[in-house]
Structure formats: C-alpha cells, structure tokens
C-alpha cells in the first residue's frame, strides 16, 4: 500500500486543484502557496526524490523542466521561480519528486 499523498492526488483518491494532466504528469496548485501563482509538477511514476534520480530519469527531468516553463507562460507570468527540495535537510516534505514553480506578485524578494 502506497501511503505517498501525491500518488492519492495521481490516484484521485485525495483532492487538489489540477491544472494539467497527461500521461507523465500532473500539475496541481500547492495547498499553501508562496506567491500568487504556485504550481506543483509531479511524474506520474512514484520517485521519491531527486536524489534517486539517475540518467535513466534524464527525459522525465527535461520534459518536467520545460512543462514548468510552458505553463508559466500559459498563466501569463513574465518570470517566474522554479525549486526542488531535495531530502529532509534539503527542506523536502513531501517524498515525491516535484517541482515548485511559482510567480506572480509584484515585489520580488531576492533570495
Ligand atoms: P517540499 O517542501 O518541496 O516537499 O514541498 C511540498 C509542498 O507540497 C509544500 O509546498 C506543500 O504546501 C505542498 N502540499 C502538501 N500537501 C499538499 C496537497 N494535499 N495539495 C497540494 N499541495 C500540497
Ligand atoms: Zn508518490
């Protein structure tokens, strides 16, 4: 039994605000976003992290690179940031591999 909540969100066992979907992705808003527009990029195949992540993900890791890109653009954001949280210490809380993209507010923090 797979406990792992962004499978339940893939499953449709649990909610979200989906975006985008097909075959190798789904795209949803995070629960407790950190700018006016923040998405969350998940592979449909559960890989913890991307620290388990190999050569053979290469194609997986690009394409999820550039859907980020192209719905940024969709949503009409002129920049935007992207972020994975890799590992505990890395500030990852959830152990499903996702891409944090995220814009939208008018005063840009730098960090
Ligand atoms: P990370 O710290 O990179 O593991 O980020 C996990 C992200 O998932 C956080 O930004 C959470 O707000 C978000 N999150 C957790 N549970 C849900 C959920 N059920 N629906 C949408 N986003 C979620
Ligand atoms: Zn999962």
Known sequence: MNDCIFCKIINKD?????????QEFLVFEDIKPI??????????IHIESLIACNETNQEMLGKML????KLANQLGLKGYRTMINSGAEGGQEVF???FHVYGGSDTLVKI
């Open 66 to 69: 550039l859907l980020g890109g």
């Open 14 to 22: 649990i909610p979200a605000s989906i975006i985008y979907e097909d």
């Open 96 to 98: 499903h591999i996702h």
């Open 35 to 44: 700018d006016k527009v923040h998405l969350l990029i998940i592979p449909k």
